[in-house]
């Protein structure tokens, strides 16, 4: 098996949840997926190895989403939130599709790097470490931003209730 096809069986299922979590577009997810494989099949021969081969790969996909972002005008509708149960943490209302969707226009909302560190953490299900490593702080500034953007996603739906 060559390098590179290790590297797509190893990874590729990561990079899609990741690239589903941020654009909430399964067709979407899946062409940026194949982008980001055909890009890094490319790159290859110049990743130095700096980092983990996932933050590599995860970046590339960041950026993939960021360009097509940049080219298409989001139209997203707005449909009716539903009340969401404060007792329950942030990650026990993902699995619930309704608050999922609040959660997501909240998130959608949240400042740079709250939104991408908490979708990285809860749907790109990075390690601290590799988040932190993706925008090249530390571990502990991984944790710290997660956390803080947790507490921000909780109050505004406390604050729907």
């Not at 067709?27 to 081969?53: H, M, N, S, Y």
């Not at 909302?109 to 988040?131: A, N, T």
Request: net charge negative.
């Amino acid at each position: 098996m060559t390098e590179f096809a290790h590297i797509y069986e190893t990874y590729f299922r990561d990079v899609e949840l990741y690239l589903r979590a941020i654009c909430r577009d399964e067709a979407l997810a899946e062409e940026l997926t194949e982008q980001v494989f055909f890009q890094a099949l490319k790159a290859l021969p110049t990743f130095r190895g700096d980092c983990d081969i996932r933050t590599w790969l995860c970046a590339m996909a960041r950026n993939a989403f960021l360009s097509h972002q940049r080219k298409e005008k989001p139209t997203e509708s707005i449909d009716e939130i539903q009340i969401p149960d404060p007792r329950k943490s942030v990650e026990e209302r993902i699995t619930d599709q309704e608050q999922a969707m609040a959660i997501h226009r909240i998130l959608h909302d949240l400042p740079e790097p709250y939104k991408e560190v908490f979708s990285l953490r809860i749907f790109g299900q990075l390690s601290f470490g590799d988040i932190g490593s993706l925008f090249g702080r530390t571990a502990n500034w991984a944790c710290v931003t997660y956390h803080r953007a947790r507490q921000k996603i909780q109050s505004e739906m406390e604050e729907l209730q």
